[in-house]
């Protein structure tokens, strides 16, 4: 076997060999603040709180060291600011996306789970009607969240992409992607990390679900 400057003509042949696969890092948005907004105001959109900043700076840090190509986010505020220091540290911009937005984005209303007890109008409604939040069109939300990370997938071949969105969004895609009958039966956390390899030819394999380790001093339980 041929050798170049050391390195066996196999070996130099898998370095210029094009990546087969692309990956995608989905992270949750940090904790966002309350808002309530009166009817005709439009929806509620709120930014991080002090929080929420914290665990955004927790998951650049994390992230950092990772070879990461393009930083893609929800055009909501919450996904948007807890992506911005990762883009700031890697010198890149953040590619917003509507079709990412939470099942909820048109609500007047957004009051973070860790404030709510059981007896929280949001909870009981939700009791009562599991597909309230979804707003009335769960299959039209699955087909957004699968049509949205398809998209990614055949935009940046070959690449790393850090994908900031929301709970539902990354719950729903996990449902699809394992054949589960729930679509509430992972809860994600505030900046948590899945990761899913994705191939052109339509295989996708989820190497890691909710990781958080980065940023599990900072995480508060609900009440209930």
Not at 151 to 159: A, D, K, L, M, T
Not at 164 to 173: D, K, P
Not at 191 to 212: C, D, F, H, M, Y
Request: charged share 25%.
């Amino acid at each position: 076997m041929q050798l170049f400057a050391g390195i066996s003509l196999n070996t130099l042949d898998l370095c210029v060999r094009p990546r087969l696969t692309m990956d995608l890092l989905i992270v949750r948005h940090a904790r966002p603040e309350r808002e309530e907004k009166s009817e005709g105001e439009g929806p509620a959109d709120p930014g991080l709180s002090k929080t929420g900043y914290l665990q955004a700076e927790a998951i650049a840090d994390f992230l950092e060291g990772e070879r990461i190509d393009h930083v893609v986010s929800s055009s909501m505020k919450r996904a948007q600011q807890t992506a911005q220091p990762l883009a700031k540290r890697l010198g890149a911009e953040i590619s917003q996306r509507d079709n990412l937005r939470e099942s909820d984005h048109n609500s007047s209303v957004y009051i973070p789970v860790e404030e709510m007890t059981f007896d929280s109008p949001s909870i009981q409604e939700f009791m009562k009607d599991p597909s309230a939040i979804f707003e009335g069109d769960y299959e039209g939300f699955r087909q957004r969240v699968h049509a949205a990370f398809d998209q990614i997938v055949e935009e940046f071949p070959s690449q790393t992409v850090a994908v900031f969105c929301h709970g539902m969004v990354i719950s729903v895609y996990l449902q699809i992607l394992w054949g589960l009958e729930n679509p509430l039966a992972i809860r994600p956390d505030y900046t948590s990390v899945t990761r899913v390899e994705a191939s052109k030819t339509g295989l996708r394999t989820v190497r890691s679900i909710n990781e958080t380790g980065h940023v599990r001093h900072l995480l508060e339980r609900p009440k209930f």
